[in-house]
């Protein structure tokens, strides 16, 4: 028996991490017996919002389904790592997840990963400008979150914190 590692990705939009995830993911060569499940805080969203909708409109709704599809991944008797994609920019947010996540599966026992994306804000805005969509994020709006961010802090369930960087 394994204990399974969450993975927490934590930059900005555009820093490369649903890039990160799918080189992870080309490891899954039996599909019988994954070694990487994925769960998306936009595929989420995507999933419950309507087009004419705000971005944030349903944001608990959200949130709570996110939660709840890594919590069976991380139950998956066969994923051994899961991947949480979203920004996780400050401790709140990370804290926030991981809280709910311990509160929905209190004896489940599961390592975490923080993999944090140092890469500079002028790399993110132009990996953005070629997203269309709601998948594009405004400039301003990166540039805010890119100030705001906080590096990942030391925590008894946190294994180590990997940097990417490009």
């Known amino acids: 028996m394994y204990k399974p590692t969450l993975y927490i990705l934590c930059g900005v939009p555009g820093c490369g991490k649903t890039t990160w995830m799918r080189e992870k993911m080309k ?4 599909p019988i017996e994954p070694k990487w499940g994925y769960v998306s805080r936009d595929e ?5 919002i309507k087009e ?24 998956d008797t066969y994923v051994v790592n899961t991947i949480a994609d979203a920004t996780h920019l400050n401790e709140i947010s990370r804290n926030k997840l991981l809280n709910a996540i311990h509160r929905a599966m209190p ?11 140092d ?10 400008a ?3 969509g709601r998948a594009r994020v405004p400039d301003n ?4 979150m890119y100030v705001s961010f906080e590096f990942p802090k030391c925590r008894k369930d ?9």
Do not use: W
């Open 52 to 75: 004419e909708d705000d971005y944030f409109a349903k944001e608990k709704q959200v949130f709570n389904e996110y939660v709840n599809r890594i919590c069976n991944s991380l139950k």
């Open 141 to 144: 709006v990166i540039e805010k």
């Open 119 to 128: 890469v500079p804000v002028e790399v993110c805005k132009f990996r953005n």
């Open 107 to 117: 004896n489940l026992d599961f390592d975490v990963v923080m993999v944090y994306f």
């Open 158 to 166: 946190l294994i180590r914190i990997e940097i990417v960087r490009d």
């Open 44 to 48: 989420v969203r995507f999933s419950i």
């Open 27 to 30: 490891e899954n060569i039996n």
């Open 130 to 132: 070629k997203r269309s």
